[in-house]
């Protein structure tokens, strides 16, 4: 069994994921095909890609250069109490998605409104949003998963409204069940975030584009969206 996924953020970006061939059928020749008539797909967009670490000289051959690491971090217990609530923090129906997908666009390499509909009313998932004075300034979702629960996106203007968005998306969570958290890894404020409130590494992927890497405000990124979908 085999598959893989490519999703199309308009005529100019898309994301490549979910290329998985599994390991009773590997080595047979069956990955290679499915590669190529899945980047056949795209076009002449830029395509982006989170893959395995290991797998970076395979992603080189078909154009594909590294941009930065994403880190993997984990609760696997209860998660630390958290600050204060503030008011800042609004449910995403509270705030405008035309404003949401303006702060969202400077983190992602297009806008994506369609996208972040559907996102953000996913079953099992929260949204908040960090708002002052009508203005965006952070927002993040965790959404349940078939093991334990993934927070992503997690973009902030700063590692204070970061670290007040994640606490408050954990928040009244079951004690059972893991939290994932993906971070770039060019973010150092936002690692210092993750293993200051105890979280620990448990994976990588290399985030490689084939035509170029985009303008986005990685120092932003405190989570990423989704491995599998940008």
Known sequence: MLDGSGLHYGKGFGFLGFYIVVPECRGRGYGLP??????????????????????????????????????????????????????????????????????????????????????????DSVTLV???????????????CREGWKVGPLFADHPGIAEHLLLA???????QGSIYLDVPEVNKEAIRLATGLGMHEVFGTAR???????????????????????
């Open 169 to 175: 998306l954990c928040d009244g969570l079951p004690d």
């Open 130 to 144: 960090w708002q002052e004075n009508e203005a965006i300034r952070g927002y993040g979702a965790i959404r349940q």
């Open 34 to 123: 499915l590669w190529d008539r899945a980047l056949e797909q795209f076009g002449t967009r830029n395509i982006g890609l989170d893959g395995v670490k290991d797998q970076q000289d395979n992603y080189r051959k078909s154009g594909f250069n590294l941009a930065y690491s994403n880190i993997r971090y984990v609760w696997n217990k209860r998660v630390p109490a958290g600050p204060t609530t503030t008011p800042c923090i609004v449910p995403v129906d509270q705030v405008r998605m035309d404003t949401l997908t303006s702060y969202d666009r400077l983190c992602f390499s297009v806008p994506r409104p369609d996208f972040l509909e559907a996102w953000t009313q996913q079953p």
């Open 208 to 230: 490689m584009y084939n035509r170029y890497s985009p303008d986005i405000a990685t120092q932003r990124i405190f989570g990423v969206t989704s491995f599998e979908l940008g």
